[in-house]
């Protein structure tokens, strides 16, 4: 079994900065692509950013320059440092994980998300 947990999130001005974390635990071989999704109330659950295990990064584009994403594979944790938050980034932020476990079978796991609300 893989559980990921996220932490990090709170209630933040309009302009200011806050670092979520996400830890893979369990029976895991491997960790590949993980990334951040957010849901805002009334919406769908849309992708924010992705790092594959070579550390590659991709970024929606209403957070290219203002979010990180970043990883260490030994700690299996993935970041998101979000700076410059606007109201608009107010949402749940679920972190996402491929994942090979020790009997060497791929699965995609989600946490159970961190509330983000961005508001002066």
């Known amino acids: 079994q893989v559980q990921l947990v996220e932490s990090g999130g709170g209630l933040v001005q309009p302009g200011g900065s806050l670092r979520l974390s996400c830890v893979a635990s369990?029976?895991?071989?491997?960790?590949?692509?993980m990334a951040w999704h957010r849901q805002a109330p009334g919406k769908q659950r849309g992708l924010v950013a992705t790092i594959t295990s070579g550390d590659i990064t991709n970024y929606a584009d209403s957070v290219k320059g203002r979010y990180t994403i970043s990883r260490d594979n030994a700690k299996k944790t993935v970041y998101l440092q979000m700076n410059s938050l606007k109201p608009e980034d107010t949402a749940v932020y679920y972190c996402n994980a491929w994942v090979t476990n020790i009997g060497r079978t791929l699965g995609n796991y989600w946490g159970q998300g961190t509330q983000v609300t961005v508001s002066s």
């Open positions: 369990g029976s895991i071989f491997s960790i590949g692509t």
